[in-house]
Every structure is written in structure tokens, then in C-alpha cells.
């Protein structure tokens, strides 16, 4: 089995254990990036490629505020299918690609790069930068990068895995002189059983 198949057997158990609500990272609402994809003025036919997206509820609020060319990327073919039951005959409007981010070849490049949570699970120096070429091959001077991790207060581990924390200068930092900072905030995260994570979210603006 490779490390791929291993991780997605992992994030399969995750969500079929209680679906996606009884996941610690699960969110009833995804205001934070609609509301910057206002402000940045991205346009409704913009390419956007949620990283990591599984059965999050950000695609749902997308297609309700009329953004065309959206696709979802996740390990988890489990996840994927339960993100699709649940967009019922809206799910045809969206791509779904089941794939490794560190090992996937991009067929576009995506005006919007959205990960919330997905790159603070590459702890090894390797992971890391096979996630950021992936995200450089599938961006493009003038995309929006949007990242969201755990803060340097935040929990140590997820779902049984480290994780590497990060606040807003170490990203920028981890993406380098290329990606230009546009916003950056702290989140607290509440899980559905009421233990607080504290979340950086930081968004750049590819220059070159």
C-alpha cells in the first residue's frame, strides 16, 4: 500500500465513522471565503479549486452565490460521495477529483487556490514542497491563494496525525517572495463537541 492509499484509507474511516458533522474540523458555515472572494472582486467564471475540500459546505455556498467553475479536490473518495449526496442534483455543476494534492497534475490553472487544513498535514520538508509545486503549477500570476492551518497555539495533531502550525508571517514565509500578502486573521474554531482550535487564515496574491 502506497502512503497515498494509506492516507486515503485514513480520511475514509474519518468520514464514514458519523459523516462529515461528527468530524472535528466540520463547519455549518463557510462565510470567511465567500465574503473574501467578495472583496477581491472574483468573478463569477472565475476557475476556483477547493484543496482538501471533501464534504465541506463552502462548494454548496459557491453554488448559491452563482460561481460557475468550481472543483473539489480530496483524498477521500468517501468524503467526495458524501459531499455529492448531499449537493443532490446540484453535484453535476462541480468537479470532483480524487487525488493526492502532493502527486496531481493540474489540467487548468485555477484562479482561486482555497486549503482549508490540508497543508499543515505536510510536516516533512518533501510534502511541503510537493504541495507548493503542485499549487504553483495549478496558479497562475493573478491567482488568489487562500490557506488556512492550525495556529501556533492550536492543537498539535488531528484526526490521530501531527500537523505543523503556522501563523501568518510563517506562511507567507512558507510560500516565499512570489505570493504577496492580501489578509490574514485568526479563527477560532469550535468543534461539534465544543473544543475550541485556534485557525490561521491567510490569503496572497500570486505576483510572478
Not at 468530524?23 to 458555515?29: D, M, N
Not at 468550481?70 to 449537493?87: F, H, I, M, W
Not at 497562475?140 to 490521530?160: E, K, R, Y
Amino acid at each position: 500500500m502506497t502512503d497515498t492509499d494509506a492516507l486515503g484509507a485514513h480520511w475514509d474511516a474519518a468520514y464514514a465513522r458519523g459523516g462529515p458533522a461528527a468530524t472535528s474540523w466540520y463547519t455549518p458555515v463557510a462565510a470567511a471565503v465567500p465574503d473574501l472572494l467578495h472583496t477581491e472582486q472574483v468573478s463569477p467564471t472565475a476557475r476556483i479549486l477547493d484543496v482538501g475540500g471533501g464534504a465541506s459546505v463552502l462548494v454548496a455556498a459557491l453554488l448559491e452565490l452563482g460561481y460557475l467553475d468550481l472543483t473539489v479536490l480530496d483524498l477521500s473518495a468517501t468524503a467526495l460521495e458524501q459531499a455529492r449526496t448531499e449537493l443532490g442534483d446540484r453535484a453535476g455543476a462541480v468537479r470532483w477529483v480524487r487525488a493526492d494534492v502532493r502527486h496531481w497534475s493540474p489540467p487548468v490553472a485555477y484562479h482561486v487556490w482555497h486549503d482549508r487544513a490540508v497543508f499543515h498535514f505536510h510536516v516533512e520538508p518533501a510534502d511541503r514542497a510537493a504541495y507548493l509545486a503542485t499549487l504553483r503549477a495549478a496558479t497562475v500570476p493573478g491567482s488568489l491563494v487562500v490557506l488556512a492551518t492550525f495556529a501556533p497555539d492550536g492543537p498539535a495533531s488531528c484526526s490521530g496525525l501531527p500537523v505543523r502550525r503556522y501563523d501568518a508571517a510563517q506562511l507567507a514565509a512558507a510560500l516565499g517572495p512570489d505570493y504577496a500578502p492580501v489578509q490574514a486573521g485568526r479563527e477560532e474554531h469550535r468543534t461539534p463537541w465544543g473544543a475550541v482550535q485556534p485557525f490561521t487564515r491567510a490569503a496572497f496574491r500570486r505576483l510572478r
